[in-house]
Each structure stands twice: as C-alpha cells, then as structure tokens.
T-cell receptor
Framework: GESVGLHLPTLSVQEGDNSIINCAYS??????FIWYKQESGKGPQFIID?????DKRQGQRVTVLLNKTVKHLSLQIAATQPGDSAVYFC??????????FGTGTSLTVIP | GAVVSQHPSRVICKSGTSVKIECRSL??????MFWYRQFPKKSLMLMAT?????????EQGVEKDKFLINHASLTLSTLTVTSAHPEDSSFYIC??????????FGDGTRLSIL
C-alpha cells in the first residue's frame, strides 16, 4: 500500500542561504555519480554529474563534492531560491548500465 | 539535450482495466530502460530493468505477470499494468540510458484506479 518505501529526510533553508545536501553511497566500485532534482508531479531532472577521478565539479550555482574515502557525495546550492524547492536524489553507477538511487532529500526554501 | 518522453501523463480508469504506459527516448538509443514506482514523498522504487530485445529483469516482489514490460526497440519501452486495482494507483516513472549517457527520466504517469 501507500506505506511502502523510505521516508524522505527534509532540509529547510532561508531564501538566499546556501544549501548542502548529503548522500552516502554504498559501492566503492561506483565510478560515476549524478544528482537529480525532482519537482512535485514530475520526473527527476539531471542537475550535475561527477566521475570518480574528480573530487569537485561546479555548475551554475551548484557544486558537487565527492569523497571516495568515506563514500560520500554532497550537493551545494548557492543562494538558494524558492524554485530550488524539490526532492534531490543522488545516484551512483558501478560497472554496467544500472544506477542506484539514494533515498532523496526534500528541500524547502523559506521565502 | 537528451529527452525521454513518457505517455500518458495521467490515467484514471476503472478497476480491472489494463493500462499501457509508453516510454520513448527521443534523441538517443536507449539500450537500457528502467521502470520505477513512487509513492507520495517517498523515494523511487525500481520495478524492473529492460534491455532492448531481451526479457526484463524484475526486482524482488514485483509481479512480472502483473507488470508486463516490453522493450522492442532502442527508443521504446512499454509497461502494461494488467487488470489494475486500486492498490496499483501510483506514480510510475521510466528512465533510459545508453552508451555514454546518464540516466534520463520521463515526467512520470499518475495512475489512479477507481
């Protein structure tokens, strides 16, 4: 029924502040990682990716940090805006075609 | 950029009806497509993985006779929910990936069974 699945952690930030969303991944063989943003009633959208030979990658207002030692991924959003309110998922890709998704974090931006 | 189109976006139908959802990759060859189910405020639950031209691989607990998946071409996969019942009501999302492609998602299908 409707209770199946993991509950999403939540994060609330003030508009204009920076947001940091964290993700712990499980497979040390994963060599490619993606952050997705999912708005209500829509499918996840690609935000930014990073390969395992990097530890940081920057996009427009977003930065992804990768710490392979502790298998940790983070997404930093600068100057968070109300339009950033959404659920954010990290995904890891070991060898092969399949991605494995984290539980997701629900970000709420307070105007 | 690469786009995945999912159709229909919304379905409301009576219990016992079979419903087909299409997932198309519009500008790349999708060697692998994935079907997910998502409940409100919950994470994505992988239902099955389908590779073009072969049978889908279902996750544990997903009934393959209930959720029929076909991936007959490199641009199209379909999910058919057979004899749908109210407990099948959910948000179904497909995604596609190919060579040197991240996983791209469709916009999902909201299925409501009365």
């Amino acid at each position: 029924g409707e209770s199946v699945g993991l509950h999403l952690p939540t994060l609330s930030v003030q508009e204009g502040d920076n947001s940091i969303i964290n993700c712990a991944y499980s497979n040390s063989a994963s060599d490619y990682f993606i952050w997705y943003k999912q708005e209500s009633g829509k499918g996840p959208q690609f935000i930014i990716d990073i390969r395992s030979n990097m530890d940081k990658r920057q996009g427009q207002r977003v930065t992804v940090l990768l710490n392979k030692t502790v298998k940790h991924l983070s997404l930093q959003i600068a100057a968070t805006q109300p339009g950033d309110s959404a659920v954010y998922f990290c995904a890891e890709k070991p060898l092969g075609n399949q991605f494995y998704f984290g539980t997701g974090t629900s970000l709420t931006v307070i105007p | 950029g690469a786009v995945v189109s999912q159709h229909p976006s919304r379905v409301i139908c009576k219990s016992g009806t079979s419903v087909k959802i299409e997932c198309r990759s519009l500008d790349f060859q999708a060697t692998t497509m994935f079907w997910y189910r998502q409940f409100p405020k919950k994470s994505l639950m992988l239902m099955a993985t389908s590779n073009e031209g072969s049978k889908a691989t279902y996750e544990q607990g997903v009934e393959k006779d209930k959720f029929l998946i076909n991936h007959a071409s490199l641009t199209l996969s379909t999910l058919t929910v057979t004899s749908a019942h109210p407990e099948d009501s959910s948000f179904y999302i497909c995604s596609a990936t190919g060579s040197n492609q991240p996983q791209h998602f469709g916009d999902g299908t909201r299925l409501s069974i009365l």
